[in-house]
């Protein structure tokens, strides 16, 4: 069955990024080891409370870098966790073809409010290819892979196609679990490893492929 509405993960689908050089980034400004910031930045209670919209970046921001001898400015620790993405490029033709289409389309990201907004002015270019449907972790208030951030997606996507069914979406993520927590709420779902394995996948979706990837 060919989709009627897809959704993409933002994080290493439609953008990339490098933990590392957030890392290293962050250690610089902090005067900290990478070690150090890798457990601020990434303590489970503190990092889920924060994507899923249960604390602040001011709270967040002081959580993290409470225990650092030299303690960043709020400025400097944006830029250092923010400053770490870049566009997927071969996937954006895709995302163009399915406009070109009217196929619906959404984000569908764990994610929070710094980087959220940080992407939105960074990649205009990403952003503006989904004019209606853009779902984040901290405003659904529920992370993937739960049951509870796929409803919400669902119920957006349904604002549009009113008598949609859950096997009507395609989700594409790059993370296993949230391919099986979604797959396991009724989407079609692919796994996105690396963009050939993707194309090939997606061409069995039924879906508008575009021109230069028609013989790949």
Known sequence: ????????????????????????????????????????????????????????????????????????????????ICDVFWANDPILPIVRKLAKFNVPRGILSNTNPLHWEYLENAFPRVWDAFPNHKIASFTAKAIKPFPEIYQFAFEDAKRELSDLKP?????????????EGAAQFGFQTIHYVDFDSFLAAYKETGLPVPTRYLDA
């Not at 953008?15 to 962050?26: G, K, Y």
């Not at 930045?41 to 503190?46: A, H, N, W």
């Not at 096997?167 to 391919?179: G, H, S």
Request: hydrophobic content about 40%; charged content about 30%.
């Open 167 to 179: 096997n009507d979406v395609l989700f594409v993520d790059d993370l296993a679990p949230n391919v």
């Open 1 to 80: 069955m060919t989709p009627r509405f897809v959704y993409f993960d933002l994080g290493n689908v439609l953008l990339h990024f490098s933990v590392h050089r957030m890392l290293c980034q962050l250690a610089d400004v902090a005067g900290a080891t990478e070690t150090e910031v890798r457990e601020g930045l990434f303590d489970e209670q503190k990092y889920r409370a924060y994507e899923r919209g249960e604390i602040s970046t001011q709270e967040y921001y002081e959580a993290v870098c409470a225990p650092f001898e030299t303690k960043p400015s709020l400025e400097d620790f944006e830029r250092a």
